[in-house]
């Protein structure tokens, strides 16, 4: 049976999520015209030329106090990443830098977007947003609806 586009572009959304370079999650994302040209792709990880995010928590042993103390511990799974680029920005700032309009386009994305990138996709004219899983915060659902962007979940 032949997959319909929306589940193509999705499946190039999880293709492109292998590429990512943060340790903790791999996170893809496609920007696409409503005929399903795709535009532009991204994915988590960190800033160009930088070194790759490591989430290896060892709380113990890099506070040396022989007690867990996750909440200040910046490699801590449960504390998210502060180094990575987010995929739905990549994708964004990489349509940006080589010239590519992403008025009125679709952005597939594995995770659905944070605060930040729902942003990002709003003030970059993209009208769709289709997504797959859910994030630990749903406030960038809700700033897509508010701004009038369609949200899908796959």
Do not use: W
């Not at 049976?1 to 791999?26: G, H, K, Q, Y």
């Amino acid at each position: 049976m032949r997959p319909s586009l929306s589940d193509t572009l999705m499946t190039i959304a999880f293709t492109v999520s292998e590429r990512s370079t943060c340790s903790r999650r791999n996170n893809g994302a496609v920007i696409a015209n409503a005929r399903g040209v795709v535009l532009s792709t991204g994915y988590n990880g960190s800033l160009s030329g930088m070194e790759h995010c490591d989430h290896e928590c060892d709380c113990m042993a890099v506070l040396g106090t022989g007690k867990i103390h996750e909440s200040r511990c910046p490699a801590h799974p449960e504390n998210g990443c502060t180094i990575a680029v987010h995929a739905e920005a990549n994708a964004v700032y990489f349509a940006a830098r080589n010239g590519v309009s992403t008025e009125g386009a679709i952005i597939y994305c594995t995770t659905e977007p944070c605060v930040k990138c729902a942003e990002a996709i709003v003030q970059s004219g993209i009208a769709e947003c289709f997504y797959d899983l859910e994030y630990r915060s749903h406030a960038g659902i809700e700033l897509l609806q508010a701004a009038g962007v369609i949200v899908t979940k796959k």
